[in-house]
């Protein structure tokens, strides 16, 4: 629910005239920071997607790795829906995939 609620608030930030170029802008940007590797794997008109590595979990911090998967797979999906696209998040060993398409 956090991730929605974030996801929803945060979205109202973006320039939605921007489009599907704008939101994987945005994401390209976010994925340096979030994480230490972030490979795009695929990105045109319509389609972008991505592998990073996982962000780390501080154990000093009540979260699970899971918490922090669905937390930025709900927050995430917001976003792109609120840009017009729809978002999939997904776990490939030590890495995540994210893949959005245009509607």
């Known amino acids: ?4 609620m974030v996801g929803k ?3 109202k930030t973006f320039n939605q005239s921007e489009g599907f170029d704008g939101l994987t802008d945005i994401f390209i940007s976010g994925l340096q920071i979030l994480s230490t590797y972030a ?3 695929e990105r045109d008109e319509t389609t972008f ?3 990073f590595l ?4 501080d154990k000093d911090f ?3 790795s899971d918490d922090l998967y669905i937390f930025s797979k709900n927050m995430w999906t917001e976003m792109a ?3 017009g696209s729809d978002c999939n998040l997904s ?3 030590d890495y995540w995939i994210l893949s959005m398409n245009k509607k």
């Open 62 to 64: 009540d979260v699970t």
């Open 81 to 83: 829906d609120y840009m």
């Open 9 to 11: 608030r945060s979205s």
């Open 1 to 4: 629910e956090v991730g929605i």
């Open 39 to 41: 490979e795009v794997l």
């Open 91 to 93: 776990v490939d060993g």
């Open 49 to 51: 997607k991505a592998k």
């Open 54 to 57: 996982a962000p780390v979990v």
